[in-house]
């Protein structure tokens, strides 16, 4: 079945440090895949999103994330977060136009 | 600004008594899906329409049933609330094609008394 996994539950972080969340997906074929976040009391927005081309993505608010089709991993990074990325993180993935499949998110709290 | 919206943000109900959630989008996406959330878990894809074609998952609960009567409006209708149901409800549209994201309304949470 198709999935997507998630390994971190909670991330605590201070201020300026770099951020790296974790994502695998199983998927056979062409996978869509993307990073979702949710503000506190907002809705999900998108941040970046893979369809083909280019492995490294760049998303909005200084985040990227490459697909590594060997490990069938797609990566959040930013190099230093503020604490206004405190928030949950989601990675979703679909394959041709199949609904979005979530993983259980990831939820980074920035201290400064 | 187009969007997804959710009313209510908040709805209580009382243990069996059925409620209904609405959805509108003013985006004119011809896919529009309900994903259903509980604390600390993946948002879980209920049901999905392609413009009026009704997609069930097949391990969602026949008390959970899905409304489309218009491209902008989309019902949830809950039969039956158990207090298992307590959660957020999420609803997004998406235009059909492989690849498009997806948007979403603010949610509803659900509370069963």
């Known amino acids: 079945a198709q999935s997507v996994s998630q390994h971190n539950h909670h991330v605590i972080l201070s201020e300026a440090a770099s951020l790296e969340l974790g994502c695998n997906y199983s998927y056979g074929g062409t996978v869509n895949l993307f990073w979702y976040v949710q503000y506190p009391g907002q809705h999900l927005q998108l941040l970046l999103k893979?369809?083909?081309?280019?492995?490294l993505v760049k998303g909005i608010k200084g985040f990227e994330a490459e697909f590594i089709k060997s490990k069938f991993s797609f990566n959040l990074r930013k190099p230093s977060v503020q604490w206004s990325d405190t928030a949950e993180y989601f990675c979703a993935a679909s394959s041709g136009n199949t609904p979005l499949v979530f993983g259980k998110g990831t939820r980074l709290s920035v201290i400064a | 600004d187009a969007m997804v919206i959710q009313n209510p943000r908040y709805q209580v109900t009382q243990f069996g008594k059925p409620v209904t959630l609405s959805c509108s989008q003013t985006?004119?996406?011809?896919?529009m899906y309900w994903y259903q959330q509980k604390s600390s878990q993946a948002p879980k894809l209920l049901f999905h329409y392609y413009d009026k074609d009704f997609n069930n998952e097949a391990d969602t609960p026949d008390n959970f049933q899905s409304r489309r009567p218009n491209t902008s409006f989309c019902f949830l209708d809950i039969r039956s609330p158990g207090l298992g149901d307590a959660a957020m409800y999420l609803c997004?549209?998406?235009?059909?094609?492989?690849?498009?994201?997806?948007?979403f309304g603010q949610g509803t949470r659900l509370t069963v008394v």
């Open positions: 893979y369809f083909s081309g280019d492995p």
């Open positions: 997004a549209t998406s235009t059909y094609g492989g690849g498009t994201e997806a948007f």
């Open positions: 985006l004119n996406h011809n896919v």
